[in-house]
């Protein structure tokens, strides 16, 4: 089975750029999750849909962040204009909810770097 | 205020040698769940064990054995007769249960290395 996807690996962008990173969730998964890595702030949850609905997007650091999840099977995050402090690797984890024995499956990555 | 501390930054240690990952949690809920991911160099996360605050029982899977102890809120990791394979960043997670909540709170990760 495929796992979580995400497009596209490696993203070099100039200041003030759009960046739109994308994931495809693994099949029947009902929760998508997006989260930041960086060396100082470690992995930090940005935002989190269940059923393709925003739950909790706590984590979004300003306006400049955005995420959709248009139908089950897709989701986007867009920085809009980004800034060198974004340069992090976005990770997309989805996971079905099944009470007592769900875990988050994770993608392989976005490595984003705003010059 | 759920909140996960990994006090070992790195630990470098030789082939063979027994290692423990310390993780130790904080949490109000009475029912939530502990995990364990793995890192490695590659870079992809991956999901290692799941464990409830209702299950105390110790596991082992291989050379992998968790330690849960909720009396001192805390959920190590042993790997057994380490293996260079087994270097990665490890990170221990929390999750509380309830409320519609399925957000993990992670640690800082600890940075093991198994020289040869």
């Known amino acids: 089975d495929a796992g979580v996807i995400q497009s596209p690996r490696h993203e070099v962008t100039e200041m003030g750029q759009e960046v739109t990173l994308r994931c495809k969730p693994i099949?029947?998964?009902?929760?998508l999750f997006w989260y930041r890595q960086t060396m100082m702030r470690g992995l930090e949850l940005l935002i989190y849909?269940?059923?393709?609905?925003?739950?909790?997007d706590s984590g979004m650091p300003e306006d400049r962040f955005s995420a959709k999840m248009p139908n089950a099977s897709f989701s986007t995050l867009k920085i809009q204009p980004s800034e060198p402090r974004d340069s992090a690797v976005y990770f997309c984890?989805?996971?079905?909810?099944?009470?007592?024995?769900?875990?988050?499956?994770f993608g392989p990555g976005t490595r984003l770097t705003v010059t | 205020a759920q909140k996960v501390t990994q006090a070992q930054t790195e630990i470098s240690v030789v082939e063979k040698e027994d290692v423990t990952l310390d993780c130790v949690y904080e949490?109000?809920?009475?029912?939530?769940?502990l995990f364990w991911y793995k890192q490695p160099p590659s870079g992809e996360l991956v999901f290692l064990i799941r464990?409830?605050?209702?299950?105390?029982q110790n596991e082992i899977s291989g050379r992998y054995s968790w330690n849960f102890q909720k009396s001192t809120s805390s959920f190590n990791f042993t790997i057994t007769a380490s293996q260079v394979v087994d270097s990665a960043v490890y990170f221990c997670?929390?999750?509380?249960?309830?409320?519609?909540?399925?957000?993990?709170?992670f640690g800082k990760g600890t940075k093991l290395t198994v020289n040869p």
């Open positions: 849909f269940n059923n393709n609905v925003p739950i909790d």
């Open positions: 949490t109000r809920d009475t029912t939530y769940y």
């Open positions: 984890a989805s996971s079905l909810s099944a009470g007592l024995n769900y875990e988050q499956y």
């Open positions: 997670a929390l999750s509380e249960v309830g409320g519609g909540s399925e957000k993990l709170v």
């Open positions: 099949s029947g998964h009902d929760y």
């Open positions: 464990r409830n605050s209702f299950d105390e």
